[in-house]
């Protein structure tokens, strides 16, 4: 059994070792990771993969959700090449101008704003 600052010492070079030599995914890689780092501390294996999973599964229950959502819209957003022109738009200037329905904007957060805030500290 080490220390666990060795431990993590280890673990982080093992992680960065996978993602970026061995160019393994990331989510494997960390998995990976926890697992030397588990059997690095002194668990036992079973302890180690159970560890592993109780987390895993706490994580998505509460963000889950939100990540798999954010995952595929990168997705569709990579698969119809609109990251490429995101990127080509941001690099080079070339943003559109923005309209004239806008042009009332700055005026409109002015007035707007404290007559908002007026009326909902007038109910709390």
Do not use: H, Q
């Not at 093992?14 to 970026?20: D, E």
């Not at 668990?43 to 954010?70: E, L, N, Q």
């Not at 022109?85 to 200037?93: D, F, H, N, Q």
């Amino acid at each position: 059994m080490l220390p666990i600052e060795i431990v993590f010492l280890i673990g982080m070079a093992f992680l960065l070792f996978l993602a970026l030599k061995v160019k393994v995914n990331a989510f494997m890689s960390l998995l990976g990771t926890a697992v030397v780092m588990g059997l690095l501390a002194g668990m036992p294996a079973t302890d180690v993969v159970g560890a592993i999973t109780t987390g895993f599964s706490s994580t998505v229950k509460s963000i889950g959700i939100v990540i798999i959502f954010g995952i595929m819209l990168g997705n569709y957003l990579e698969a119809s090449s609109a990251t490429t022109r995101m990127r080509v738009s941001t690099l080079s200037g070339k943003m559109r101008k923005p309209s004239r329905k806008w042009r009332w904007t700055r005026p409109n957060y002015r007035v707007a704003s404290p007559r908002s805030c007026r009326y909902w500290f007038r109910w709390s």
